[in-house]
């Protein structure tokens, strides 16, 4: 049993359909149609917490609520329990060595997304073993409370802590040297130019990452050395940030922030 909003589920789906196991997602209508998609076409039960509702809101504690109280006194079920799961962060650890050892040990910064914070930190605290001075960015969206308000709606799927939601314990703000905000146009933005600049499809909240580390860039020291955790692929949002006719719906395109996400790689490119 599982609260999620998609990137999870999917990954507990191959499992359960590995082993045998009866995987039963919590989830609401904010998820990507895609995730649930493959989600169900891996044998996943899928328990909609809006199911009467139509709309796009995060629902994250409303689902965690759900979740536990429908594996709550059931001795053949278990609550993975993403966001306060040790081992959500404990699996990020070979990433953190393989940073490492395909770098020299050479990293200035990391930047990655928080979610549920297991990514980032996790993968953060065993690189710190390899490389201690390493300056970690986290990135959530704008809207997102982890590090701190505004509190507000946002489209940027599997990421951020929204209004409402516990801040999760693997969120080690001992490790974070920084946190950034970044909106759905901008992150949407950088996912799509992206996309057709280099032929490397990343999702949303992966775009909220590239556009800090892409900003970062033009004021970095030269020879600096800056990791971004693209911690989620593009394919899962073909109805959504890859759709225009989605996007100009909830006005997400702005062909001026592409414009300069797309300078600023030209930029790049000839450096």
């Not at 049993?1 to 995987?23: C, P, Q, W």
């Not at 044998?43 to 709550?72: K, W």
């Not at 970044?182 to 990452?209: M, N, W």
Request: hydrophobic content about 40%.
């Amino acid at each position: 049993m599982e609260s999620t909003s998609g990137n999870t589920g999917l990954g507990l789906a191959v499992v359960a359909a590995e082993h045998g196991y009866r995987f039963t997602a919590v989830v609401d209508n904010h998820a990507a149609a895609d995730k649930l998609r493959g989600m169900k076409a891996m044998g996943t039960h899928l328990v909609h917490v809006d199911e009467d509702g139509d709309g796009e809101e995060l629902h994250t504690a409303a689902r965690e609520e759900l979740a536990e109280d429908m594996a709550r006194g059931k001795d053949n079920t278990f609550f993975t329990e993403q966001h306060n799961n040790p081992s959500n962060a404990v699996g990020y650890y070979p990433v953190g060595r393989e940073i490492a050892q395909a770098l020299d040990n050479r990293v200035d910064l990391l930047i990655g997304a928080v979610g549920t914070g297991g990514g980032l930190c996790g993968t953060a605290r065993e690189l710190r073993k390899h490389v201690p001075d390493v300056t970690v960015v986290g990135v959530e969206p704008k809207g997102s409370i982890a590090f701190g308000p505004p509190a507000h709606d946002y489209y940027q799927s599997g990421t951020g802590t929204p209004e409402g939601a516990t801040i999760g314990l693997l969120v080690d703000y001992d490790l974070i040297d920084e946190g950034v905000k970044v909106g759905d146009i901008e992150a949407f933005a950088t996912a799509r130019v992206v996309a057709r600049r280099t032929g490397l499809l990343i999702g949303g909240s992966a775009g909220g990452v590239v556009h800090d580390a892409l900003t970062r860039l033009t004021t970095l020291p030269p020879d600096t050395v800056m990791v971004a955790f693209i911690n989620d692929g593009g394919e899962k949002y073909m109805d959504t940030v890859f759709n225009d006719e989605w996007m100009n719906a909830r006005q997400l395109i702005d062909e001026a922030v592409e414009a300069d996400i797309d300078e600023t790689l030209t930029k790049l490119r000839r450096n």
